[in-house]
């Protein structure tokens, strides 16, 4: 039973790029989340899809979007490249997004590491 | 989103029982304590959960406090696998989704 799945393991792009980060949710999970985490902090949440569209998005800027796919894979999207982005983005997946899915736990993957130049 | 607050970092010797607090001090009736924890190079990794009552899985126990404003993760024997950041978060079980709202943690370390 395969994990979380994230392409590719690491990234290097210079200011002004764009990128696509991809992610494999867990065999049977339906919620897809991405985080970012900056070196020596927490990751930050930065939004979550479920059925194919954006349902909860935490402080980021337009810059960044995403998309789900019928096959509740998603990807997570970066324009305009900033070195402020160089970090590890994480993807994590659950089931469900119903009051009470809280309490359910997140699968992450081992993330992307991006390093912006 | 309620806040937890950790010390920075921990000390263990191998083969020893580690004690990792948490203090949340505004909690509500409706927030599940979890705890996550991130080995290095990898994604965080969930640990435990409860609401009210101490609970154990096969990783850790998970002691909470009578008035449930604080808890205590407990690795009954730690190993050099168990070096870590452990992250203790609130979660509402009346919020919709489930994002985590991650706090810096505590970095734990284990001595051979």
């Known amino acids: 039973d395969a994990g979380v799945t994230q392409s590719p393991t690491h990234l290097i792009k210079t200011r002004g790029q764009q990128v696509t980060l991809r992610c494999s949710p867990k065999?049977?999970?339906?919620?897809v989340s991405w985080y970012q985490q900056a070196l020596g902090q927490g990751p930050q949440f930065i939004f979550q899809y479920y059925e194919e569209e954006e349902r909860q998005r935490g402080n980021f800027p337009d810059r960044f979007s995403g998309h789900q796919f019928p096959n509740y894979s998603s990807e997570l999207n970066v324009n305009a490249l900033l070195l402020g982005d160089s970090a590890l983005y994480l993807c994590?997946?659950?089931?469900?997004?119903?009051?009470?899915?809280?309490?359910?736990?997140?699968?992450f993957g081992d993330g992307t590491r991006l390093s912006i130049l | 989103d309620a806040k937890t607050t950790q010390p920075n970092s921990m000390e263990s010797n191998e083969e020893e029982p580690v004690h990792l607090p948490c203090n949340h001090s505004?909690?509500?009736?409706?927030?599940?304590i979890h705890w996550y924890r991130q080995l290095p190079s990898q994604g965080p990794e969930y640990v435990i959960h409860?609401?009210?009552s101490n609970v154990n899985n096969r990783m850790a126990s998970l002691a909470i406090a009578e008035d449930r404003k604080s808890s205590t993760l407990i690795l009954h024997r730690a190993t050099l696998r168990d070096a870590a950041v452990y992250y203790c978060i609130l979660r509402s079980v009346m919020e919709y989704g489930n994002k985590l709202v991650f706090g810096a943690g505590t970095i734990l370390r284990v001595k051979s």
């Open positions: 409860g609401l009210t």
């Open positions: 065999s049977g999970h339906d919620t």
């Open positions: 505004t909690i509500s009736g409706t927030d599940y």
């Open positions: 994590a997946s659950s089931l469900g997004r119903r009051q009470g899915a809280g309490n359910q736990p997140q699968h």
